[in-house]
């Protein structure tokens, strides 16, 4: 019975513990033999982290882009002519001053109407012009009898002012054209202007600044730059009218068919309900007969749509004479409408102003007062005469 006892108090757990002893030494042995997959750490448990992931990641950045260019803000136009009345009257006009200082002498003799007469011809007022200004003062002088210097002054600006003529329609024709479609429904047209003139004369620079003075008045515009000669025409064009706002129409390639471009930027305006189209031509010399029957074209297929509303001649006013050939040519092949005088600040030239006229029978419209982006303007016959005569 002892024994029995001694068996249940101390044998019994010691076999317990030799067997956990055993079992503790397989579980062991197990682990070394069949290695088990390596726990995965708590943070990157996808159970643990499916929601984190969305809450702890930023936004993905957007890219926004080139920022949007600054558009130029042109300068109104009205009161533009008053800067080059400003500039010819502190300048001393040669036209003006010479003419005054003749005039105002004590007693005029033939020598001095001589000079009057070279004066003005040396300013390009052109022959006819000059003999009709020159007989005016004669008789106005004899007749009235005139010597002081606010009298005299007044007196030419008279004959001056006749001679500029400010009873002609300068105003540009930028309003768009109503006309019947192909459907028998009326619609609208752009005003197509077309510009041309040679090499030299500032004619891209002009379309490019005609723009701007568009803009500012509030109108819609496309520029079509059909000289496709010269790439730099092209993109010197896409460059003015970036700055303002206005798409340019230009070809892929050199030497495509300005006519071609002129119609793909007319159509374009049409498409975008623009009111005008500004189209710029290769400078042509007026005796490349090729390049003026190329004109002649262009005009053609331009005017199958509607009538072009303007053609503007941009002339150098300091090339004088040669200056009036060139306008004669382009006046027979290309119908021109309006003048636009270039570097007219250069202020010994400004008969151009009459001779051009006289030659044409069209008006000067615009002109350049500068090499600024906003110094072109309408022509007012009135303020140029008034800065002539330093005034």
Excluded at 51 to 61: H, I, K, Q, R, Y
Excluded at 151 to 163: F, G, N, P
Aim: aromatic letters at 2%.
């Amino acid at each position: 019975m002892n024994e029995l006892t001694d068996l249940l108090l101390f044998g019994l757990p010691a076999l317990a513990l030799v067997g956990l002893g055993y079992v503790g030494l397989r579980s062991r042995r197990g682990r070394s033999s069949t290695p088990s997959a390596p726990e995965t750490p708590p943070a990157t448990r996808a159970d643990d982290t499916a929601g984190s992931a969305v809450d702890t990641l930023e936004p993905p950045v957007q890219d926004a882009g080139p920022p949007a260019p600054t558009l130029d803000t042109p300068e109104p136009v009205a009161g533009r002519m008053t800067r080059l009345r400003e500039r010819l009257a502190r300048s001393g006009s040669p036209l003006g001053s010479r003419l005054l200082a003749v005039l105002s002498r004590d007693h005029l003799t033939e020598d001095d109407w001589d000079e009057i007469e070279e004066t003005l011809l040396l300013a390009d007022v052109g022959a006819g012009p000059t003999t009709e200004l020159v007989d005016g003062l004669r008789e106005r002088v004899r007749v009235l009898g005139v010597r002081e210097p606010a009298a005299v002054r007044d007196l030419l600006r008279t004959e001056l002012l006749a001679q500029v003529d400010p009873s002609l329609d300068r105003s540009l024709r930028t309003e768009p054209l109503l006309v019947v479609g192909a459907d028998g429904e009326p619609g609208t047209h752009p005003a197509v202007v077309l510009v041309v003139g040679v090499n030299g004369t500032g004619k891209t620079t002009t379309v490019g600044k005609l723009a701007r003075v568009l803009v500012a008045e509030g109108r819609t515009v496309v520029l079509g730059a059909a000289d496709t000669f010269r790439a730099a025409a092209a993109d010197q064009l896409q460059t003015w009218g970036a700055r303002v706002g206005v798409p340019t129409v230009r070809s892929d390639r050199d030497g495509a068919d300005p006519a071609a471009v002129a119609f793909d930027a007319v159509r374009r305006g049409q498409q975008d309900g623009v009111d005008v189209v500004l189209v710029d031509t290769a400078g042509r010399l007026q005796n490349k007969a090729g390049l003026m029957d190329e004109l002649g074209k262009i005009s053609r297929v331009l005017s199958r749509s509607a009538p072009i509303a303007e053609v503007l001649l941009v002339l150098d006013a300091t090339t004088g004479q040669n200056g009036l050939n060139q306008a004669r040519v382009f006046a027979e092949v290309a119908g021109v409408t309006g003048i636009v005088l270039t570097k007219l600040d250069g202020t010994a030239k400004g008969g151009i102003v009459i001779a051009v006229q006289r030659e044409l029978g069209v008006p000067v419209k615009l002109v350049g007062l500068g090499e600024g982006v906003d110094d072109l303007a309408p022509f007012e016959p009135e303020s140029f005469v008034e800065g002539l005569l330093g005034g």
